[in-house]
């Protein structure tokens, strides 16, 4: 049989099963049944060495090209499947709708804040802030709180394991007293944050929650201008037609102390006349003289209270734990 007349038309067939395969794996099996080990053109040259002298260069050289031709020919294919397989199965639909990247809001806590915030503003107020880990001196001491304080209970504080009794600030106190430590009278300002207190989580209580505390010291400060803000403040708030009511109370750092009382339709819907929303009194002469204060010369108000009572007021919440859940449904309706 004549050894060269079989190339070619091996090599045509060859290049025909590698022009026609439809994909990579296809093209994989072409290039095993001609190239591989056991191949079609392998076995031809395997029977190189059967051939005569005359014969051999002729033949290998066909041979040789033809591999050559073959091997261009399955890169160039290889190529042409490797970016057809990239590319998307369907056709791209351009018409479709954006993936919209979800937006972000305020926690209500902190709109809340804002809110009040903005209302002090308006009256001369600034923001001052401090640590949320305090030590016993600007929690309690500096605030005319005894030692045997039930307030200064382990059961009622969070302590830090520290030698020197560093603790979970209580109130934001704290951040008035060093306000004061730090500059002179007189003093307008307001110390939004977060506290802790031992408490067991139930409807109305948290183990952690957000207080906002105003301070104003200056000369001749009354308790006329103490209600005056505070009826200011909560109107701003919660509307026009709030009544406030003070009542009298007793507070370490105050004196005389007051709890303030709150009215309105919301309170009404809750079928209540009054709710309890604030603290508040005149700076404690005590208090005055551990920051340096001349109790002479320096007369002042301060009050305190939760923000997330105003909050669940605002938005008929019934439940603290809500706002520290963190669950999408809840916190995307604000
Ligand atoms: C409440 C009561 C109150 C104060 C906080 C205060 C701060 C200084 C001096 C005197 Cl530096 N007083 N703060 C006064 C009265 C009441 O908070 O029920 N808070 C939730």
């Given at each position: 049989m004549n050894f060269l007349?079989?190339?070619?038309p091996l090599k045509e067939s060859a290049l025909n099963e590698i022009k026609r395969a439809p994909d990579l794996a296809s093209l994989e099996q072409a290039k095993v049944a001609y190239l591989g080990t056991h191949g079609k053109f392998t076995a031809l040259l395997k029977q190189l060495g059967g051939l005569s002298k005359e014969e051999r260069p002729a033949a290998g050289k066909l041979i040789n090209q033809a591999k050559i031709e073959l091997e261009s020919l399955l890169n160039e294919r290889k190529s042409e499947l490797e970016l057809k397989a990239s590319?998307?199965?369907e056709p791209t639909d351009f018409t479709l709708p954006g993936r919209r990247r979800p937006v972000g809001r305020l926690h209500?806590?902190?709109?809340?804040?804002?809110?009040?915030?903005?209302s002090f503003r308006k009256i001369g107020f600034v923001v001052a802030d401090g640590p949320e880990i305090e030590d016993e001196y600007h929690c309690f001491d500096a605030l005319n709180t005894p030692a045997d304080h039930p307030a200064r209970d382990t059961?009622?504080?969070?302590?830090?394991?520290?030698?020197?009794?560093?603790?979970?600030?209580?109130?934001?106190?704290?951040?008035?007293?060093?306000?004061?430590?730090?500059?002179?009278?007189p003093i307008r300002i307001i110390?939004?944050?977060?506290?802790y207190r031992r408490d067991n989580a139930d409807a109305t209580h948290n183990p952690t929650f957000q207080q906002i505390e105003g301070l104003y010291v200056d000369k001749n400060v009354t308790v006329g201008d103490?209600?005056?803000?505070?009826?200011?403040?909560?109107?701003?708030?919660?509307?026009?037609?709030?009544?406030?009511?003070?009542?009298?109370?007793?507070f370490s750092y105050t004196e005389p102390s007051f709890e303030i009382d709150f009215s309105s339709a919301l309170v009404r819907k809750m079928g209540k006349q009054w709710l309890e929303i604030a603290g508040c009194g005149m700076v404690h002469p005590q208090v005055f003289e551990n920051v340096g204060y001349d109790p002479e010369v320096w007369t002042g108000w301060a009050f305190g209270f939760g923000i997330e009572r105003i909050a669940m007021i605002r938005y008929g919440i019934n439940d603290i734990r809500l706002f520290y859940e963190n669950d999408l449904r809840f916190l995307k309706q604000f």
């Open positions: 007349a079989e190339i070619d590319l998307p199965k209500p806590l902190t709109q809340v804040t804002e809110d009040i915030v903005r059961q009622d504080t969070f302590y830090l394991k520290t030698p020197d009794r560093l603790l979970l600030r209580t109130h934001t106190s704290s951040v008035q007293i060093r306000v004061m430590k730090s500059q002179p009278p110390a939004p944050g977060r506290v103490l209600k005056g803000t505070v009826e200011f403040i909560f109107r701003d708030l919660l509307g026009e037609e709030v009544k406030v009511r003070f009542r009298p109370h007793y």
